[in-house]
Nanobody
Framework: QVQLVESGGGLVQPGGSLKLSCVAS????????MNWFHQAPGKERELVATIGSDGTTYYEDPVKVRFTASRDNAKNTVYLQMNSLKPEDTGVYYCHGTSLGTNYWGKGTLVTVSS
């Protein structure tokens, strides 16, 4: 059974940091590119960061420099370190795995950036 389980969300003040985790099971994690998506309240889900099976990373402009994606294939886990958080980073963060047209989604973890 395929599972992607996110954790690490919560309430943080502007300028603060959070580290999200996503634990995968049921598929060959090391062969999959892993993505983090963000869905702000009332908006579409959008890609924020990608980490390839070879560890290469890509970030959308709004999070460049502030967010860092990493993975530990031995633990079947992908991470998103989020620094200098802004109120507009508020929303649900989803973990997504993809390889050769196969796509898996987690259920998301809520991040709220507010004073």
């Amino acid at each position: 059974q395929v599972q992607l389980v996110e954790s690490g969300g919560g309430l943080v003040q502007p300028g603060g940091s959070l580290k999200l985790s996503c634990v995968a099971s049921g598929f060959p994690f090391s062969k999959f590119a892993m993505n983090w998506f963000h869905q702000a309240p009332g908006k579409e889900r959008e890609l924020v960061a990608t980490i390839g099976s070879d560890g290469t990373t890509y970030y959308e402009d709004p999070v460049k420099v502030r967010f860092t994606a990493s993975r530990d294939n031995a633990k079947n886990t992908v991470y998103l370190q989020m620094n200098s958080l802004k109120p507009e980073d508020t929303g649900v963060y989803y973990c997504h795995g993809t390889s050769l047209g196969t796509n898996y989604w987690g259920k998301g973890t809520l991040v709220t950036v507010s004073s």
